[in-house]
């Protein structure tokens, strides 16, 4: 219908209207292209689920967290009812600059260049371990392409967000969830956030006064409850906000 949705999405309409905003303009873009076109001006927020790092914190001012969420596998469903499940030297999905493809490269490089470690005072080196260092990644545009790429068998699996995951899967009967993942996506929960450019504080403030006393609060959970995200994923994200005033989380 060319309306945009999603969970970030229905946040942002949230805390416009908290601050009388009434009109927003809306920029669909590929994921890689977020960051440079808020950069550049094109845009004044990012609203897509972009995932708080160290690296990204460099280059944009994170609004508080507003779901913190493990990754999970979109596999067919055939493939979802093998077991074991081995994915070692497989082929993964994944959208091209999300914290998957630079979680499972980095697995991949560091396999592949051998592992330094410490040994009564020396640094030993462990061989390169080829092929079993991870899955072969197949970097798509968006999440459709990465789903046909899956559909088609061109990749075993997506490696996406956790609540993408489940409503990806409740939508296909062909597709299933899979919760094990490589063990490169094994990390604690990352978390989620609105973005802006690192100038716009008095922006970014005004963001966040309105998340602290948003995220994680009934409003909050069954706003975002349609696209997938459970309690347990907007709780995490309060706590890491400390914040307060959400006590349905406590």
Not at 19 to 37: G, R, T, V, Y
Not at 42 to 57: K, M, N, P, Q, W
Not at 232 to 246: K, L, Q
């Amino acid at each position: 219908t060319g309306e945009v949705r999603g969970e970030a999405p229905s946040v942002m309409r949230y805390v416009a209207a908290a601050l009388e905003i009434d009109s927003l303009q809306w920029f669909p873009l590929q994921f890689d292209n977020l960051m440079p076109a808020l950069e550049r001006g094109r845009i004044d927020v990012i609203a897509s689920g972009l995932f708080i790092t160290e690296a990204r914190g460099r280059l944009v001012r994170f609004s508080l967290p507003t779901a913190c969420l493990h990754s999970s596998l979109v596999v067919r469903r055939a493939t979802a009812l093998e077991r074991p499940f081995e994915c070692d030297a497989c082929t993964v999905a994944v959208i091209r600059g999300s914290v998957e493809e630079h979680a499972l490269h980095a697995a991949r490089t560091n396999a592949a260049e051998g592992t330094t470690f410490v040994e009564d005072g020396h640094e030993v080196r462990h061989p390169a371990i080829g092929d079993a260092a991870g899955p072969r990644l197949l970097a798509a545009p968006d999440a459709s392409t990465a789903v046909a790429a899956v559909k088609s068998g061109d990749a075993l699996a997506l490696a996406i967000s956790a609540p993408t995951a489940r409503l990806i899967a409740s939508r296909d009967t062909a597709l299933a969830v899979r919760d094990t993942v490589p063990p490169a996506l094994m990390a604690d929960p990352g978390c989620a956030a609105l973005a802006f450019r690192p100038t716009d504080r008095s922006l970014a403030a005004a963001f966040d006064a309105v998340l602290a006393g948003f995220v994680g609060s009934d409003t909050h959970q069954a706003l975002v409850a349609e696209f997938g995200f459970t309690r347990a994923e907007v709780c995490a994200a309060a706590a890491r906000a400390d914040d307060s005033t959400a006590g349905t989380c406590r």
